[in-house]
């Protein structure tokens, strides 16, 4: 592949980590467009533009880019290939996902069939490549029949999900040890708790006897039982509530094996009551004037990290200096990069408990020292959240970088204000907007625009 789409893939993997979605979309459209046409390129774009769609909850979008995605496989690898059956099970996890499993299975026992068909892969050079697609397809077709009671083929699929691995991926890959832990839950489910048990264990012994760091193994075998547990939780629910028809809700979705617990119709209202999915905060950077601040909202499941990532692209910082929260007595912060901080990428906001009125700090430069306030605005729903925008509005643009703090930046106001000393001012802040919110927020339009566009168009 040439160096410039591998660049734009890392790009957008990188927007969709700091869950920037919607650049993400857009830098794999930028790809599709100079990716070889009828090419393992235009293949590669077209997946991973529709796992962004995905992502985003567009599953018309997301199930358009995987159709055209299975049209280009069976041109250019054919009907009976590994791209071929990954294209289908990617269209069948838009379902899945969606919990519409019996519309899934047909792809899914389709991509599986494939599989079969191709064989065991060989060892000794695909081990090496570290792909994981045939195991990805197993998983998600064994994930499905799961979820609909069908255990004997759960397990059949499970296990060749576990065979490919060990052939295919390390023995410390995650995808290998997620594997080890789907079959340990369904075997156990199935009744069989003692295969259950030395799957586990086999698992978690592969990881500890190799030579890496011991904080990461232990990091990766918590990571695969907590999704492990999730995805024996949704069986257990989906079990008890198999006989009662309901609508399920919308959780964020993936094109990984879904993991979310189920829940009825009935107890999904008693939850809404007590939890909260998403947070309306506002954004106030101190000590200076006129004021500048942000209104956004911000699902709870996402961590400080997150959050700094959003209130960089909120305010119109450019993420170039250190920063900090600071909520109660206790910092946090990238331990990458400060060693005396808490680990920001630990704890998700809804760990604080934060009710509406609820405050803490962010600090941004430790040379400037931009001093922006957090306040918990309203607490919503998982259907509020998704109804809006995630940034709403504000007011006041971001000051210059490096511009000398509060001070520095209301001097710089004062400078703008006046022609005379304007003239002085570099070249770069002509163009500079006092009242010029970041791209991301919806324009506004005015009373006179608004009326402008509503009038018939003549030619």
């Not at 890392?10 to 467009?33: H, M, N, P, R, S």
């Not at 490919?164 to 410390?172: D, E």
């Not at 978690?204 to 695969?224: C, H, K, Q, R, W």
């Amino acid at each position: 592949m040439r160096t410039l789409l591998k660049d734009l893939f890392f790009d957008a993997q990188d927007f969709l980590d700091e869950g920037e979605t919607a650049l993400a979309i857009k830098t794999y459209q930028v790809a599709l467009e100079k990716a070889k046409k009828d090419d393992a390129e235009e293949f590669l774009a077209l997946t991973f533009l529709g796992m962004s769609f995905d992502q985003a909850d567009d599953e018309k979008k997301a199930t358009e880019c995987f159709k055209k995605s299975q049209q280009l496989a069976a041109k250019v690898f054919g009907e009976k290939s590994i791209e071929f059956a990954s294209a289908l099970s990617n269209e069948a996890m838009t379902y899945s996902n969606r919990d519409r499993h019996r519309q899934a299975e047909p792809l899914l026992d389709r991509a599986a069939s494939i599989l079969r068909s191709l064989g065991m892969p060989k060892q000794s050079k695909r081990a090496k490549e570290v792909e994981g697609s045939e195991v990805e397809v197993y998983s998600n077709a064994a994930n499905c029949k799961a979820h609909l009671g069908k255990m004997p083929d759960s397990i059949e699929l499970f296990t060749l999900a576990l065979q490919t691995a060990k052939v295919t991926l390390p023995k410390n890959h995650p995808m290998r040890l997620r594997a080890a832990m789907d079959l340990s839950v369904v075997l156990g489910a199935a009744g069989e708790s003692t295969r259950a048990l030395e799957c586990g264990l086999e698992a978690i012994g592969a990881i500890a006897n190799e030579d890496s760091d011991p904080l990461l193994a232990f990091s990766m075998v918590f990571e695969a039982f907590t999704q492990a547990t999730g995805f024996a939780e949704s069986l257990e629910v989906e079990s008890k509530s198999s006989s009662k028809s309901s609508k399920r809700d919308k959780a964020a979705v993936s094109n990984i094996v879904p993991l979310f617990p189920k829940e009825t119709a009935s107890s999904r209202s008693e939850t809404q009551k007590e939890s909260c999915a998403a947070y309306q905060l506002k954004i106030s950077l101190k000590r200076v004037k006129p004021l500048v601040w942000r209104r956004i909202v911000i699902l709870s499941s996402l961590s400080l990290a997150e959050l700094h990532y959003l209130i960089q692209e909120a305010m119109g910082w450019e993420d170039s200096h250190l920063h900090e929260f600071r909520i109660g007595n206790s910092r946090f912060g990238d331990r990458k990069q400060m060693d005396d901080v808490k680990n920001e990428r630990t704890l998700n906001l809804a760990d604080f408990n934060l009710q509406v009125g609820s405050k803490f700090e962010y600090l941004y430069d430790f040379g400037d020292d931009w001093h922006h306030v957090i306040e918990v605005e309203k607490r919503l729903s998982r259907a509020e959240f998704e109804a809006g925008e995630i940034f709403v509005t504000g007011k006041g643009a971001c000051p210059p970088e490096d511009c000398g703090g509060p001070f520095g930046f209301m001097h710089l106001l004062e400078a703008l204000g006046d022609p005379d000393a304007r003239e002085n001012l570099p070249e770069w802040l002509e163009k500079y907007d006092p009242k010029q919110l970041p791209d991301c927020f919806p324009v506004k339009k005015t009373k006179k625009s608004a009326k402008a566009t509503s009038q018939p168009s003549h030619s």
